[in-house]
T-cell receptor
Framework: DSGVTQTPKHLITATGQRVTLRCSPR?????VYWYQQSLDQGLQFLIQ???????AKGNILERFSAQQFPDLHSELNLSSLELGDSALYFC???????????FGQGTRLTVV | ELKVEQNPLFLSMQEGKNYTIYCNYS?????LYWYRQDPGKSLESLFV?????AVKQEGRLMASLDTKARLSTLHITAAVHDLSATYFC?????????????FGKGTKLSVKP
């Protein structure tokens, strides 16, 4: 158990809908990262927050957004969902930007 | 833009054999990570390599880093079935950001008796 908690573990939703994925980082970690893992794209970095502020953006679609709250938990919002958004979404956390990120168990999103 | 390439992408080994997975990256970085992922599971950190010539070993796995060649290797010694998993290398991307990782496509290792 890495100490990073993601909810829900599984999510099935219809195209066009909006979902929110939640991540609680390890105690003491200030950095949160979101990654998308799919068969065709592999592990894609989406976005990073550090102590509540956006620090880096990767291949994140405009339909997706994220935030990190004062208690350091983070949420990834996915809207206008398409079939191609079906993937495993991982959250990772680390003490700072240069330390080892530890990954949560992931949320498996299925869009039907 | 930082790119990370792993090869091979698929590796079928017999128990007891040795093999090496290679990870090349395109721009300078001072951190390289190796992760293991079992099917449908999370990513488990195996090694962090921070400097040129760094070598780390854990059990039957040994990782090394050559920053001049922008190359890391993960060497498997006398493979056993329990090592079957997908192995990812990831390189820290400091281009305008701090610390996010760019992953290779992964090497799916299957160890057969």
């Amino acid at each position: 158990d890495s100490g990073v908690t993601q909810t829900p573990k599984h999510l099935i939703t219809a195209t066009g809908q909006r979902v929110t994925l939640r991540c609680s980082p390890r105690s003491g970690d200030l950095s949160v990262y979101w990654y998308q893992q799919s068969l065709d794209q592999g592990l894609q970095f989406l976005i990073q927050y550090y102590n509540g502020e956006e620090r880096a953006k990767g291949n994140i679609l405009e339909r997706f957004s994220a935030q990190q709250f004062p208690d350091l938990h983070s949420e990834l919002n996915l809207s206008s969902l398409e079939l191609g958004d079906s993937a495993l979404y991982f959250c990772a956390s680390s003490v700072g930007g240069g330390s080892v990120p530890f990954f949560g168990q992931g949320t498996r999103l299925t869009v039907v | 833009e930082l790119k990370v390439e792993q090869n091979p992408l698929f590796l079928s080994m017999q128990e007891g054999k040795n093999y090496t997975i290679y990870c090349n990256y395109s721009t300078t970085s001072d951190r390289l990570y190796w992760y293991r992922q079992d099917p449908g599971k999370s990513l488990e950190s195996l090694f962090v390599l921070l400097s040129n010539g760094a070598v780390k070993q854990e059990g039957r796995l040994m990782a090394s880093l050559d920053t001049k060649a922008r190359l890391s290797t993960l060497h498997i010694t006398a493979a056993v079935h329990d090592l079957s998993a997908t192995y990812f290398c990831a390189v820290a991307n400091y281009g305008g950001s701090q610390g996010n990782l760019i992953f290779g496509k992964g090497t799916k290792l299957s160890v057969k008796p």
